[in-house]
């Protein structure tokens, strides 16, 4: 019997599952265009999730916790990245406002840090199969760096 050939993409996938264990719920949706692909969409949503993140590592080194600024910076790379990927027509408009009240955020925490980093690389090995091969692969790497802050956040500050 002949072995089975596994794509670059299984292999992908496979290795992002053993880095994590855990599971993440939805996230909530992005600005929306009916002119928008699957991909466009997913794209946009990750990048609102990512900048969520931004927010609670920005608000943890406002309070003195200068040693996850690199951890930070990783994440708006990952935004400038994904953001090469969203065309211009498709981006969210600048100006949209809401009316609603947002809902009040969580005190940002390193065990709050760390299980967001593992949901969200939990999250990347569902989503490779959605996208083209090229945003597979950024995802990928997206993911696999997510699950090594998981590990390398610091315990104390």
Known sequence: MRPRHLSRRALLAGGAAA???CSSTGSP???VRASDSPETLLLKDLIAEKERTIALY??????GAQKLVPFRDR???????????????SAPPATATTTSTPAPAPKPS?????????????LRLRQLDRVSPGVAQLI???GACEAAHALALPRSL
């Open 29 to 31: 949706q992005p600005s």
């Open 75 to 89: 994440h708006q790379a990952h935004v400038n990245e994904l953001r090469k990927y969203v065309t211009v027509a």
């Open 110 to 122: 390193l065990s709050r840090l760390r299980e967001l980093e593992r949901k969200a690389a939990a």
């Open 140 to 142: 990928a790497s997206i």
């Open 58 to 63: 920005s608000s943890m080194i406002s309070g």
């Open 19 to 21: 880095l994590t264990a």
